[in-house]
T-cell receptor, first 111, second 113 residues
Framework: SQKIEQNSEALNIQEGKTATLTCNYT??????LQWYRQDPGRGPVFLLL?????KEKRKERLKVTFDTTLKQSLFHITASQPADSATYLC??????????FGSGTKLNVKP | EAQVTQNPRYLITVTGKKLTVTCSQN?????MSWYRQDPGLGLRQIYY???????DKGDVPEGYKVSRKEKRNFPLILESPSPNQTSLYFC????????????FGEGSWLTVV
């Protein structure tokens, strides 16, 4: 199966700093990667999609990169706020109409 | 409002007692999926459906069944639940398979004792 790996350790940062989360994938590069936010006990919510031919995508304080050489996507939140505290999931299509999610990285932003 | 609605949200049941978790979306989406989420394992796809009457297995289909008789509904059936199916379940839909936003339901907490 197509694996997606995210750092299972929580990321703790101070308010105002930039949070950077990593998503690594195996096997062939997917046509796109997606990032989702999940709050405790809730369903994931879509944030950003980046395609294979795009190096970088931005949306307000969010930025995603896609490096097919490193087989990696980085997700950045600039000027982080306590309200950004959540678990962030990376996802890829895996061929054969399937979809794969990483186990997520929990972000804690401290005031 | 775009919604994926699943029921029940919380359920405690006993081993072997058949149950169905319903899922409905109001966005006319073609692609629908069921996932289970377990600590440390993330979201794993159980079954998916490309359209009405078209369903296929995801990564962890054992012990589950699905059906897609109408475009908006995609129920998950546990014919004979076992304790290892205790999990948080999510239904999801997207316009199609081609890189579109996936919308998730609020989740169904299932405990099998």
């Amino acid at each position: 199966s197509q694996k997606i790996e995210q750092n299972s350790e929580a990321l703790n940062i101070q308010e105002g700093k930039t949070a950077t989360l990593t998503c690594n994938y195996t096997n062939y590069s997917p046509a796109y990667l997606q990032w989702y936010r999940q709050d405790p006990g809730r369903g994931p919510v879509f944030l950003l999609l980046i395609r294979e031919n795009e190096k970088e995508k931005r949306k307000e304080r969010l930025k995603v990169t896609f490096d097919t050489t490193l087989k990696q996507s980085l997700f950045h939140i600039t000027a982080s706020q306590p309200a950004d505290s959540a678990t962030y999931l990376c996802a890829r299509d895996g061929g054969f109409n399937k979809f794969y999610f990483g186990s997520g990285t929990k972000l804690n932003v401290k005031p | 409002e775009a919604q994926v609605t699943q029921n029940p949200r919380y359920l405690i049941t006993v081993t072997g007692k058949k149950l169905t978790v319903t899922c409905s979306q109001n966005m006319n989406h073609e692609y629908m999926s069921w996932y289970r989420q377990d600590p440390g394992l993330g979201l794993r796809q159980i079954y998916y459906s490309m359209n009405v009457e078209v369903t296929d297995k995801g990564d962890v289909p054992e012990g589950y069944k699905v059906s897609r008789k109408e475009k908006r509904n995609f129920p998950l059936i546990l014919e004979s639940p076992s304790p290892n199916q205790t999990s948080l379940y999510f239904c999801a839909s997207s316009r199609n398979r081609e890189g579109n936003t996936i919308y998730f339901g609020e989740g169904s907490w299932l405990t099998v004792v």
